[in-house]
Nanobody
């Protein structure tokens, strides 16, 4: 199973970006899909999560600005980021939790995509 994240880049403060993360391989199902981020010199933190049932959870710092969604048929998770701030600058990682592969479940991480918010 591989997770491929894309959509990062350089954006002006107040701008928008949409991140995508597609999981591929012999996947039967995925429970929760997440976006984490790691700002320069800081620890990785959870940004947003979405369950297979569509329930979502957001870090306080992004509530009202970011929206997580998923296309379960495509095993893909998205992160729409609006009103971006300099403090949103980070490497963004996707994580798929409790991915059923055969009879067992595993967690997988994507490779990360850099988001830089700067004028």
């Amino acid at each position: 199973v591989q997770l491929q994240a894309s959509g990062g880049g350089l954006v002006d403060p107040g701008g928008s970006l949409r991140l995508s993360c597609a999981a591929s391989g012999s996947i039967f199902s995925i429970d929760t899909m997440n976006w984490y981020r790691q700002p320069p010199g800081k620890q990785r933190e959870l940004v947003a999560a979405i369950t297979s049932g569509g329930s979502t959870n957001y870090a306080d710092s992004v509530k009202g600005r970011f929206t997580i969604s998923r296309d379960s048929a495509k095993n893909t998770v998205y992160l729409q980021m609006n009103s971006l701030k300099a403090e949103d600058t980070a490497v963004y990682y996707c994580k798929a939790e409790r991915v059923r592969v055969g009879l067992r479940k595993y967690d997988f991480w994507g490779q990360g995509t850099l988001v830089t918010v700067s004028s």
